[in-house]
């Protein structure tokens, strides 16, 4: 077996490789002066199983094309079959047509995906369960919940004053299991709205009564702003200490400096995306 990592998050590749016991196998990538790149493996894989980890976060569009040329390489080179790990699939947020004119980006990124022929792919907590369908290719998708409802149990933060909370309504089902697997515990829903222009966001409780200890889980934090409108009306109805647990940091523009200032005891969020340091606010806790 081998396994190639591209360059988005090669921490999570050098922890795979650590549990499978093996090493990461090079590859020279080579900047020509026009910005292009150019892939070579330093390995051989004839009738190797392969695996290759590239998480497609910010720049997703770059962060995509070393996938694709990643596995062009791998598969001209004779492996036997290639898995694909891709914690974070960028650009799964444009799954649909939101106003007349768009592209449905996601079912492109799919149709790239497909035409490479990848014998397996490896994610994390989609946006919608319904994108697995998008997919031919057998396709893993593997959640963080587990892991939350182990950390929320190991840090005690479950009393009878305890509610779990979905940011926007696209969470709900997501919440709906945690609560299960913490022995049905009550949920909240907000219902969000995002002004597609300006980005900026309104929200309110459709569901649920807002107790004293909150837990908002969300599959993903990007400018931070669901967040920072979820704690203000949950503070506004009631909360006293804040928790925030999400899947994939993809932590846009000034993410870090906005988390900085939300009110909440922690943000934990697991390492699907590498996150540099100065992204990162005092109380952010990586699984
Ligand atoms: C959206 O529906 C997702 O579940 C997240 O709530 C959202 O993507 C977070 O984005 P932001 O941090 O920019 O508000």
Same mark, same amino acid.
């Given at each position: 077996?081998?396994?190639?990592?591209?360059?988005?998050?090669?921490?999570?590749?050098?922890?795979?490789?650590?549990?499978?016991n093996?090493?990461?196998?090079?590859?020279e990538?080579?900047?020509?002066?026009?910005? $292009?790149?150019r892939?070579?493996?330093?390995?051989?894989?004839?009738?190797?199983?392969?695996?290759?980890?590239?998480?497609?976060?910010?720049?997703?569009? !770059?962060?995509?094309?070393?996938?694709?040329? &990643?596995?062009?390489?791998?598969? =001209?080179?004779?492996?036997?079959?290639? !898995?694909?790990?891709i914690?974070? %699939?960028?650009?799964?947020?444009?799954?649909?047509?939101?106003?007349?004119?768009?592209?449905?980006?996601?079912?492109?990124?799919?149709?790239?995906?497909?035409?490479?022929?990848?014998?397996?792919?490896?994610?994390?907590?989609?946006?919608?369960?319904?994108?697995?369908?998008?997919?031919?290719?057998?396709?893993?998708?593997?959640?963080? %919940?587990p892991?939350?409802?182990?950390?929320?149990?190991?840090?005690?933060?479950?009393?009878?004053? !305890?509610? %779990?909370?979905?940011?926007?309504?696209?969470?709900? =089902?997501?919440?709906?299991?945690?609560?299960?697997?913490?022995?049905?515990?009550p949920?909240?829903?907000?219902?969000k709205?995002?002004?597609?222009?300006?980005?900026?966001?309104?929200?309110?409780i459709?569901? @649920?009564?807002?107790?004293?200890?909150?837990?908002?889980?969300?599959?993903?934090?990007?400018? @931070?702003?669901?967040?920072?409108?979820?704690?203000?009306?949950?503070?506004?109805?009631?909360?006293?200490?804040?928790?925030?647990?999400? !899947?994939?940091?993809?932590?846009?523009?000034?993410?870090?400096?906005?988390l900085?200032?939300?009110?909440?005891?922690?943000?934990?969020?697991?390492d699907?995306?590498?996150?540099?340091e100065?992204?990162?606010?005092?109380? %952010? $806790?990586? &699984?």
């Amino acid at each position: 077996m081998k396994l190639f990592s591209g360059s988005s998050n090669k921490p999570l590749a050098e922890k795979i490789a650590h549990a499978l016991n093996i090493s990461i196998s090079p590859v020279e990538i080579f900047i020509f002066p026009d910005g $292009e790149r150019r892939f070579t493996l330093g390995e051989r894989v004839v009738d190797k199983g392969v695996i290759l980890v590239q998480s497609t976060g910010t720049p997703a569009d !770059t962060n995509y094309m070393e996938l694709f040329f &990643l596995t062009d390489a791998v598969k =001209r080179s004779g492996a036997r079959s290639v !898995t694909a790990v891709i914690p974070y %699939l960028g650009y799964q947020r444009q799954d649909h047509v939101f106003r007349d004119g768009e592209a449905r980006s996601f079912a492109v990124i799919v149709n790239i995906i497909e035409s490479l022929q990848i014998d397996r792919i490896v994610t994390f907590d989609l946006h919608s369960i319904k994108l697995v369908e998008l997919f031919h290719a057998p396709f893993v998708h593997l959640s963080a %919940l587990p892991l939350f409802a182990k950390v929320i149990n190991e840090e005690h933060m479950i009393d009878n004053e !305890t509610v %779990l909370v979905s940011p926007d309504m696209g969470g709900k =089902r997501r919440v709906g299991i945690l609560a299960e697997m913490l022995g049905g515990i009550p949920t909240v829903s907000i219902e969000k709205n995002r002004d597609l222009k300006t980005g900026e966001i309104s929200a309110h409780i459709v569901h @649920g009564e807002v107790k004293k200890r909150v837990i908002i889980v969300d599959d993903m934090i990007s400018s @931070g702003q669901t967040i920072v409108e979820a704690v203000k009306i949950l503070k506004k109805h009631g909360a006293e200490r804040q928790w925030v647990f999400a !899947t994939h940091a993809v932590f846009s523009q000034k993410a870090g400096a906005v988390l900085a200032k939300v009110e909440v005891e922690k943000i934990y969020i697991t390492d699907t995306l590498f996150v540099p340091e100065e992204k990162r606010p005092g109380n %952010l $806790e990586i &699984l």
